[in-house]
């Protein structure tokens, strides 16, 4: 069964600065995609970025973009110029490209944003 | 707003009870898909349906059922509550079972 690890249950950055959030995931599979959904205080999952993993090019959106090393199982976040509205939890999942459609996620890592 | 609703956004029962969840997808979305997001469990995949059919189960209790309509909404039926059901439980849909998936706002239970 595929696993998602996000090591950093806690991070905080000053605004204007630039953070990194760290995800690991296991699986045998070579098709499959990524996620990274951002919940606020209001609860709501919210899409950040999407990773195609037969893509080589790292995505991005906006002030948000991925570092997604496919041989080292690694998914981490960027996010760039930090603003407070980006204080939330961000979980990463993981999705096959086959079979079951679910997303598995991991516990999560709260993002504390300084003014 | 992903376009995803669900009613009701909150709901206190008590133990012993049976509750309906319901959500409607975002139009044109042919796939739903039910988590539920508790403290210790976190978020746990419980049940897909697609254009009506069941497609897949993840860690989904007997006293919990789900269906889908045939206007494409879909219903998640929790009886015999427990302490432990208390969670917040989201649906999600997508157009098809290959894209991204879009979150509702959530209901927000409480077993007392």
């Known amino acids: 069964a595929q696993t998602v690890t996000q090591s950093q249950p806690e991070m905080s950055v000053q605004e204007a600065e630039t953070v990194t959030l760290s995800c690991t995931y296991d699986?045998?599979?070579?098709?499959?995609?990524l996620f990274w959904y951002k919940q606020p205080p209001s609860r709501q999952m919210i899409l950040v970025i999407r990773?195609?993993?037969?893509?080589?090019q790292n995505a991005t959106e906006n002030r948000f973009s991925v570092n997604f090393q496919k041989a080292a199982k690694s998914f981490s976040l960027k996010i760039s110029d930090s603003q407070l509205g980006d204080a939330a939890m961000y979980f990463c999942?993981?999705?096959?490209?086959?079979?079951?459609?679910?997303?598995?996620f991991g516990k999560g890592t709260k993002l504390t944003v300084n003014p | 707003d992903s376009g995803v609703t669900q009613t009701p956004k909150h709901l206190i029962t008590a133990t012993g009870q049976r509750v309906t969840l319901r959500c409607s997808p975002r139009?044109?979305?042919?796939?739903v898909y039910w988590y539920q997001q508790s403290l210790d469990q976190g978020l746990q995949f419980l049940i897909q349906?697609?254009?009506?059919?069941?497609?897949a189960k993840g860690n989904i209790l007997e006293r919990f059922s789900a269906q889908q309509f045939p206007d494409l909404h879909s219903e998640l039926n929790l009886s015999s509550l427990e302490l432990g059901d208390s969670a917040l439980y989201f649906c999600?849909?997508?157009?098809?079972?290959?894209?991204?998936?879009?979150f509702g706002p959530g209901t927000r239970l409480l077993v007392l």
């Open positions: 139009s044109g979305d042919l796939s």
């Open positions: 999942a993981y999705r096959s490209g086959g079979g079951s459609e679910k997303l598995v």
């Open positions: 999600a849909s997508s157009r098809l079972v290959s894209e991204t998936q879009y």
């Open positions: 349906y697609y254009n009506g059919e069941e497609r």
């Open positions: 699986t045998s599979e070579s098709d499959y995609y």
């Open positions: 990773q195609e993993a037969y893509k080589q």
